[in-house]
């Protein structure tokens, strides 16, 4: 089974997931994503490929006319709460600070949203470090997924590049084969042509001389004749 790490794939709780993720990136740091020889640290965050990238990934989104248009965010401002907390986690019915997690719904929520239907009965918890650290277990286990399947991808891959370069080489021993094979057989047919070519000639000779005595004597029969 193929593991993708995406921010997607947390609870709908970004301050503490967030919190979990910078705290995770300032012990480890982020690889990037992508594919590369070694491993290479990651730079930025591309919200359309939903993945971790390096600078030299950058470059390449820059220069590619079908990456240009892709949202990249610097690591700080993926992993770090941008402005201020209140204005980014403002409850869009009550205008409140979402201060509560209601566990039913998966979704942040505000006081006032918990006094009321549906979220009165459900189970509610306060955004705080708990919830963080609970993120940050999952996101550990997950970026160990990660680098156990990168390391699996990464043998098969270096086992499918050496079957190609194993099949490429046979195919050039067999080509080549094929070619000493034709020369060999080129030497063979042209001698045979030429010794056929010169055993007629000889033929032609004997016959041509066979027959001029032949031409010769009727002449001096004839003349005789005459």
Do not use: W
Request: proline share 3%; hydrophobic share 30%.
């Amino acid at each position: 089974e193929v593991f993708s790490l995406s921010l997607k794939d947390f609870p709908n709780h970004p301050f503490a997931l967030r919190r979990a993720l910078n705290n995770q990136y300032r012990k480890e740091g982020v690889i990037c994503q992508e594919e590369h020889e070694k491993e290479r640290p990651a730079v930025s965050f591309c919200s359309n490929c939903d993945t971790f990238i390096c600078q030299e990934c950058v470059d390449h989104h820059k220069t590619r006319t079908f990456l240009k248009k892709h949202e990249i965010k610097p690591l700080k401002g993926v992993f770090e709460q941008g402005g201020k907390k209140e204005d980014f986690f403002k409850c869009p019915k009550h205008k409140e600070n979402c201060k509560l997690y209601c566990h039913t719904c998966k979704e942040m929520i505000c006081t006032v949203c918990r006094s009321m239907q549906p979220h009165h009965s459900h189970k509610v918890s306060y955004i705080d470090d708990k919830l963080g650290e609970s993120n940050k277990t999952t996101l550990t286990q997950c970026l160990s997924s990660v680098r156990t399947q990168r390391k699996a991808i990464r043998s098969a891959l270096q086992e499918v590049q050496d079957s190609k370069a194993s099949l490429k080489q046979q195919s050039t021993n067999a080509l080549e084969e094929i070619a000493r094979m034709k020369e060999h057989l080129f030497s063979i047919v042209t001698a045979r042509c030429d010794g056929l070519a010169a055993e007629v000639r000889e033929a032609e000779d004997k016959g041509r001389r066979e027959l001029e005595v032949q031409e010769r004597t009727l002449k001096i029969n004839l003349k005789k004749l005459d």
